[in-house]
């Protein structure tokens, strides 16, 4: 079963609601093909027909909502879960959706996890890689990983697009064209300093963009482990494994075989970035793993059975 795991989906309504709210939805606007107008849907689908996919796992992207006020937050996760299981209602073999939660604020996001969980039937929750500009690792938000890991709940990050708080990112337009992969990065590096890998094993934690910087820097974060987990009782490269990584790279073969070698294929699940990449790049996202020389075992597992498991498709 070929599930993408990395794609999104903006109803129209909330992303209404969004904008309403101040939310910067400039990765969204101009963005074709994601809404939830018939035409939309029908081109998303065909899409995946073409490219053999099964099912998309849908996540709000940076859309997150996340607002100071409390009710604004409760109120759009609200809409956003609801918007997406009933797309998932409609087309139960070829959607499912992680749950968005209304951060920071931590008691509403347990009542609504559970309840995207349990009554919406959505396959896991999804975080940014910061919650706003706080860290997504940060001691407050404990709870929530406590309560993914007596659920054993997937947990599909995506960066929140701000640059990693740096001007130096957000001035020059590389929010995502670089600012994404060091989220991504930094949010594994925040994972393995607060060891919550380690304390919550059961929660399966998926990164995107085959971890960013991680497989490029991996054996330079063993070798700096006292600079910034003196007190880890394990190696971060085994941290590492504890972790997820999807494929989207643009079709960086090299890339791929990279992530491969330091943290496994068992380690990497299919994603697309949909609708980031469209027609021949969707295609793409699923081909160039195909043709990436790795063995067949392996591109099998990548494509069509880990994200399949990961996700309580197949046992």
Known sequence: MRIDVHAHYYPNAYIKRSERLGADLSAVRRI??????????????????DAG???QALSVSSTQPYYERESDAVDAAREANDLYAELV?????????????????????M????????????VGVTFGTSIGKRSAAEEAFEP????????????FVHPYGVGVCSPLLTEFQLTWVCGAPFEDTMFVLHLIRRQIPQRYPKI?????HLGGAIPSLFTRLDATKPMYAAQNSEAPTATMKRLWYDT??????????????????DRL????????????EYLNSVKYVKESGLPKADIDNILDHTAARLLGFEH
Request: hydrophobic share 45%.
């Open 248 to 265: 989207v790279a643009q079709n960086n073969t090299a890339g791929l075989k990279c992530a491969v070698s330091h943290l496994g294929a």
């Open 89 to 109: 209602a409609r087309h139960p073999k070829r959607f499912s959706a992680f749950a968005a939660l209304p951060l920071p604020h931590v008691d509403a996001a």
């Open 32 to 49: 074709s093909l994601a809404s939830d107008e018939k035409a939309d849907l029908e081109a998303r689908l065909k899409m995946m027909d």
């Open 111 to 122: 009542k609504e996890m559970e309840r995207a969980l349990d009554q919406l039937k959505m």
């Open 204 to 208: 399966k934690i998926i990164v995107p």
């Open 53 to 55: 996919v099964d099912m």
């Open 269 to 280: 699940v299919y994603g697309s970035d949909y609708p980031y990449q469209l027609h021949a």
């Open 144 to 155: 929530l990983y406590a309560e993914m890991n007596r659920r054993a709940t997937a947990l």
